[in-house]
Nanobody
Framework: QVQLVESGGGLVQAGGSLKLSCAAS????????MAWFRQPAGKEREFVAA????????RYADPVKGRSTISRDNAENVLYLQMNSLKPEDTAVYYC???????????????????WGQGTQVTVSS
C-alpha cells in the first residue's frame, strides 16, 4: 500500500507562511485523490483541502479558502499545501491522506480516505 510522510511544519508568527509537503511511495500516486486534514489540540480532525488524482479539481475549507493552495506533482509523487497569512487558529497537527479514486466519488470526508501520514505540527504564534 501507499506510504505517506509529511514534512515542512514548524513554528511561525501570525501573518507568515509555510509550505507543507507529503511524499508518497509504494503505490501509483496518480490513482489517488489526496487531501490535507488538520487536528487542533482538543478538537476533532477537520478538512483543509483536497485535490483530484490528476489535479484537475480542488476543494478548500472555508477557513483557509483564499489563503491556501493545494497542489501535486505526480511525476515526483509529492503533495503540497502552501499556507499564507497564517493565523493562531491554524495551529494544529496537519495530516495528508490518500484515497483510491477509480470508480469512487471525490470527497472531503476524512473517513473516506484510506491512507494517512504521521502528521506534522504547525504552530502559529500571535
Amino acid at each position: 500500500q501507499v506510504q505517506l510522510v509529511e514534512s515542512g511544519g514548524g513554528l511561525v508568527q501570525a501573518g507568515g507562511s509555510l509550505k507543507l509537503s507529503c511524499a508518497a511511495s509504494g503505490g501509483t500516486f496518480s490513482i489517488y485523490s489526496m487531501a490535507w486534514f488538520r487536528q487542533p489540540a482538543g478538537k476533532e480532525r477537520e478538512f483543509v483541502a483536497a485535490i483530484s488524482r490528476l489535479g484537475v479539481t480542488t476543494r478548500y475549507a472555508d477557513p483557509v479558502k483564499g489563503r491556501s493552495t493545494i497542489s501535486r506533482d505526480n511525476a515526483e509523487n509529492v503533495l503540497y499545501l502552501q499556507m499564507n497569512s497564517l493565523k493562531p487558529e491554524d495551529t494544529a497537527v496537519y495530516y495528508c491522506a490518500g484515497r483510491r479514486s477509480i470508480n469512487r466519488a471525490f470527497t472531503v470526508d476524512a473517513h473516506e480516505y484510506d491512507y494517512w501520514g504521521q502528521g506534522t505540527q504547525v504552530t502559529v504564534s500571535s
